[in-house]
């Protein structure tokens, strides 16, 4: 046996894995940043939007139903409490709970307002965004964000799997 193929077979096997763990060091650092990396503004802006269109997606039903005493006692005027005389209905266009007298909450009052306001808060939660402070490093997309960090993982597996199978080469290798 000649020992210096057997140095050169060793020393090419060690500097592989050191190759190799050095990648899965990068890759692993890269799925860390892929987790942890800031949103980018326009997608925060466009979750906030969205999360405001879902609340005020639950007002309109509550809102015909607090219209129903103007719609069907036509004489009635709409007033804030009833007189005296009970000729006036209550109109709670905002907070929509005149149909069951509740007190109005921030939820109720919340809703309402991304209902009737819906393009304006949303410019205002646009404007915000844009306008406050924010990391400097930011990541990708969501979309683009979970294909990457599918791919490193997929790229760690099989980095870690050529790391094994050169370990356990040179295991054999030693025990020969």
């Known amino acids: 046996m000649d020992i210096g193929a057997v140095k050169k077979y060793f020393s090419g096997i060690k500097g592989n894995l050191g190759e ?5 060091t990068k890759l692993t650092k890269r799925l860390e940043d892929l987790k942890t990396l800031a949103r980018p503004r326009d997608e925060v802006a466009d979750l906030v939007c969205a999360r ?10 509550r809102f015909a139903h607090s219209l129903q005493a103007l719609i ?3 004489m009635d005027q709409p007033c804030s409490d009833a007189d005296d005389e009970g000729t006036c209905s209550q109109v709670p266009v905002a907070t929509t709970t005149g149909h069951n ?10 809703r309402a307002l991304f209902f009737l ?6 410019a ?3 404007k915000a965004v844009a306008e406050m402070p924010y990391p400097d490093a930011v990541g990708p997309s969501m979309p683009d964000r979970l294909k990457e960090i599918a791919r490193v ?11 094994k199978t050169l370990e356990d080469e040179l295991k054999a290798a030693l025990q020969d």
């Open 101 to 110: 007298q509740a007190v109005p909450t921030a939820k109720t009052v919340e």
């Open 52 to 61: 405001i269109d879902e609340i005020a997606g639950l007002h309109p039903a």
């Open 124 to 126: 205002g939660v646009r």
């Open 153 to 163: 993982e997929s790229e760690i597996a099989a980095t870690q799997a050529q790391i």
């Open 20 to 24: 190799l763990r050095e990648k899965k």
């Open 117 to 122: 306001l819906n393009d304006q808060i949303k």
């Open 72 to 74: 069907h006692r036509p």
